[in-house]
């Protein structure tokens, strides 16, 4: 079961994925409309189709990282780096217990 900070940043990370394939494509239909030649139009729709593949790589990278922070974070109390160990009547003095 995945944390909700993870689930969160999840969310964050997939909403700012699609704002930049947005905003790439935007920037991609634009250069096409620019472009005079054939040949510039295919570049232009390449470097749309390489700014899309970017932002999934970013939020593929940046959902590996949530789920290694959840990792890292997961059943560790603040200040319990070990369990404490069990003192036995044997390490006092005779007659303190």
Do not use: C, F, W
Not at 10 to 15: E, F, K, N, P
Not at 23 to 44: C, D, P, S, V
Not at 49 to 65: C, G, P, T, V, Y
């Amino acid at each position: 079961m995945q944390s909700a900070k993870e689930k969160i940043s999840d969310m964050a990370s997939t909403a700012k994925e699609k704002l930049n394939i947005g905003g790439a494509k935007a920037q991609g239909h634009a250069e096409k409309t620019m472009a005079r030649t054939k040949k510039e139009k295919k570049l232009a729709q390449e470097r749309e189709k390489s700014k899309e593949a970017q932002a999934k790589a970013d939020l593929h990278q940046s959902k590996a990282e949530h789920a290694a922070d959840a990792q890292v974070h997961g059943h560790h109390l603040p200040g319990h780096s070990t369990y404490p160990t069990r003192a036995t009547g044997a390490n006092y003095p005779p007659g303190q217990i």
